[in-house]
């Protein structure tokens, strides 16, 4: 026992035992193991956070502190996390823009597509067959053309165009081999056959329909599936018939229909793309309304020294080539630099990109922008070789427009942009102008023009006019058109 306890028990008067040691003590033992309520946890926190910073009692008080935040910071973070994404929401569905889209009835179209008849001419009787005969002799090199990089969906999908609620206008894209429903000129409608009608071909691009999707099989004149599920097979198939200018022996993996067709103009109102093979007197049991291509060629003799270029677009994809040189490539959405060259890798030049990152025009179809072509020049009574492709690729939604603008010449501005006039292989007819004005004064977005139209005098060979015959026993004419 050591010296100073000793003396502490000698102060006590006497050793005390363990049971009157615990009752002396009791009070400060029951103190330090009582179990505070709340209340008094929380005056003795900030008792204790008022002493200084190196006492006990402030040490203790900051434990306390934490302990008693805890479950408080538990409900009010995710609280008010919720609070942040509600105003967040809130304040983002204000700013959306709600487009209405009204998608045309098939019943609809067919309604309207009916109201307009057509006096028959009665000079030739149409309703007999006839035979055509078209001679394409192409003497442009072939083009040798590698993409080093292409997506399996060059241009995007088309699933954002909006239907037209009205018939459908596609001026001269339509025909057959018996000629008949090729038009003159009146666009007579998208899919309308127009029956018992003189043709008049004078200025018209003669072409061919191809089927992307199947090839020829004796067997079945509906062809045979050789698999298409869209841009993936399209562009290579697309680039062979290409590379051979279309020939038979260039395209004979694909299926060419014997039906021709023939254009002047090119505008087709935005629809669905079930219209497409209707357009060339196609039922869906002959083409499937996606994966098809038109081809179209011709001359054309200038009748004066100028440059041109092309403004337009097309859903799905476009081609333009002059004496065998492309100046217009997009496919969908027609919006930049980025959607050109698809098949054949052609990029505008510096001028024509330069032109495009300046001006956005819009076009009569939601979702895409009118595009230039590079310039190209024309002079009096020189020939030019054009060529036109258009197509439909993955299904959907189909429509296209094709202007021309003259350098140099000043044209009408109609909502912040130039009105182009419509490219046109022929002087356009009273009819022609007359359809186009009704058209756009029911659809004011956009507005084509009818004026300042360059004339380009369709060459039309010595043979073609000196060919022409009516039998009249038989009752059927011989057409012969050399391009």
Same mark, same amino acid.
């Given at each position: 026992?050591?010296?100073?306890?000793?003396?502490?028990?000698?102060?006590?008067?006497?050793?005390?035992?363990?049971?009157?040691?615990?009752?002396?003590?009791?009070?400060?033992?029951?103190?330090?193991?009582?179990?505070?309520?709340?209340?008094?946890?929380?005056?003795?926190?900030?008792?204790?956070?008022?002493?200084?910073? /190196?006492?006990?009692?402030?040490?203790?008080?900051?434990?306390?502190?934490?302990?008693?935040?805890?479950?408080?910071?538990?409900?009010?973070?995710?609280?008010?996390?919720?609070?942040?994404?509600?105003?967040?929401?809130?304040?983002?569905?204000?700013?959306?823009?709600?487009?209405?889209?009204?998608?045309?009835?098939?019943?609809?179209?067919?309604?309207?597509?009916?109201?307009? #008849?057509?006096?028959?001419?009665?000079?030739?009787?149409?309703?007999?067959?006839?035979?055509?005969?078209?001679?394409?002799?192409?003497?442009?090199?072939?083009?040798?053309?590698?993409?080093?990089?292409? /997506?399996?969906?060059?241009?995007?999908?088309?699933?954002?165009?909006?239907?037209?609620?009205?018939?459908?206008?596609?001026?001269?894209?339509?025909? /057959?081999?018996?000629?008949?429903?090729?038009?003159?000129?009146?666009?007579?409608?998208?899919?309308?056959?127009?029956?018992?009608?003189?043709?008049?071909?004078?200025?018209?691009?003669?072409?061919?329909?191809?089927?992307?999707? #199947?090839?020829?099989?004796?067997?079945?004149?509906?062809?045979?599936?050789?698999?298409?599920?869209?841009?993936?097979?399209?562009?290579? =198939?697309?680039?062979?018939?290409?590379?051979?200018?279309?020939?038979?022996?260039?395209?004979?993996?694909?299926?060419?229909?014997?039906?021709?067709?023939?254009?002047? #103009?090119?505008?087709?109102?935005?629809?669905?793309?079930?219209?497409?093979?209707?357009?060339?007197?196609?039922?869906?049991?002959?083409?499937?309304?996606?994966?098809?291509?038109?081809?179209?060629?011709?001359?054309?003799?200038?009748?004066?020294?100028?440059?041109?270029?092309?403004?337009?677009?097309?859903?799905?994809?476009?081609?333009?080539?002059?004496?065998?040189?492309?100046?217009?490539?997009?496919?969908?959405?027609?919006?930049?630099?980025?959607?050109?060259?698809?098949? #054949?890798?052609?990029?505008?030049?510096?001028?024509?990109?330069?032109?495009?990152?300046?001006?956005?025009?819009?076009?009569?179809?939601?979702?895409?922008?009118?595009?230039?072509?590079?310039?190209?020049?024309?002079?009096?009574?020189?020939?030019? =070789?054009?060529?036109?492709?258009?197509?439909?690729?993955?299904?959907?939604?189909?429509?296209?427009?094709?202007?021309?603008?003259?350098?140099?010449?000043?044209?009408?501005?109609?909502?912040?942009?130039?009105?182009?006039?419509?490219?046109?292989?022929?002087?356009?007819?009273?009819?022609?102008?007359?359809?186009?004005?009704?058209?756009?004064?029911?659809?004011?977005?956009?507005?084509?023009?009818?004026?300042?139209?360059?004339?380009?005098?369709?060459?039309?060979?010595?043979?073609?006019?000196?060919?022409?015959?009516?039998?009249?026993?038989?009752?059927?004419?011989?057409?012969?058109?050399?391009?």
């Amino acid at each position: 026992m050591s010296e100073e306890y000793e003396n502490e028990v000698e102060e006590m008067g006497e050793e005390l035992s363990a049971e009157e040691l615990f009752e002396q003590h009791r009070l400060e033992i029951e103190e330090r193991f009582e179990e505070k309520g709340f209340f008094r946890r929380l005056i003795d926190m900030f008792a204790g956070l008022s002493k200084p910073r /190196s006492s006990r009692e402030y040490k203790i008080a900051t434990v306390e502190l934490q302990r008693l935040s805890a479950p408080l910071l538990a409900i009010l973070l995710p609280t008010l996390g919720v609070i942040v994404l509600i105003v967040i929401t809130a304040v983002s569905s204000q700013s959306k823009e709600v487009i209405q889209i009204e998608v045309a009835r098939a019943q609809d179209e067919q309604e309207e597509l009916t109201e307009e #008849t057509e006096p028959e001419p009665e000079e030739i009787d149409m309703t007999q067959d006839i035979d055509v005969t078209v001679d394409v002799q192409v003497d442009v090199p072939n083009v040798q053309t590698e993409i080093t990089s292409q /997506s399996d969906s060059p241009g995007g999908e088309p699933d954002t165009v909006m239907a037209a609620p009205s018939p459908v206008t596609m001026a001269n894209i339509k025909g /057959s081999t018996k000629l008949r429903g090729l038009g003159d000129g009146d666009g007579g409608g998208f899919g309308v056959q127009v029956k018992g009608k003189a043709q008049d071909l004078d200025g018209a691009l003669l072409g061919a329909i191809i089927d992307m999707k #199947t090839a020829h099989d004796p067997e079945n004149p509906a062809g045979k599936d050789i698999g298409y599920t869209g841009w993936k097979e399209f562009i290579p =198939r697309l680039r062979t018939c290409l590379q051979g200018n279309f020939s038979d022996e260039a395209c004979k993996g694909v299926r060419k229909l014997p039906k021709r067709v023939a254009m002047n #103009t090119l505008f087709i109102k935005a629809q669905p793309a079930k219209n497409g093979p209707l357009a060339f007197g196609l039922t869906e049991k002959e083409m499937k309304p996606s994966g098809w291509l038109v081809y179209y060629v011709g001359d054309l003799i200038p009748t004066e020294k100028a440059r041109y270029r092309f403004w337009g677009y097309f859903d799905d994809y476009m081609l333009i080539r002059i004496n065998g040189k492309v100046v217009w490539e997009y496919s969908w959405p027609c919006q930049s630099e980025k959607n050109a060259g698809a098949c #054949t890798g052609w990029k505008p030049d510096a001028e024509t990109i330069s032109l495009i990152s300046k001006v956005q025009y819009r076009s009569p179809q939601a979702g895409a922008k009118l595009m230039p072509s590079d310039w190209w020049e024309a002079r009096p009574g020189q020939k030019i =070789r054009l060529e036109v492709a258009i197509s439909e690729v993955p299904g959907g939604a189909c429509g296209g427009l094709l202007c021309v603008e003259k350098e140099g010449e000043t044209y009408e501005m109609y909502k912040g942009q130039p009105v182009f006039p419509i490219f046109s292989t022929r002087k356009l007819s009273l009819k022609d102008i007359e359809k186009f004005e009704k058209y756009f004064k029911e659809n004011p977005n956009f507005k084509i023009g009818t004026e300042k139209v360059p004339l380009f005098n369709s060459r039309k060979s010595g043979k073609s006019s000196s060919t022409k015959k009516k039998k009249a026993n038989k009752k059927q004419v011989d057409v012969e058109v050399d391009i």
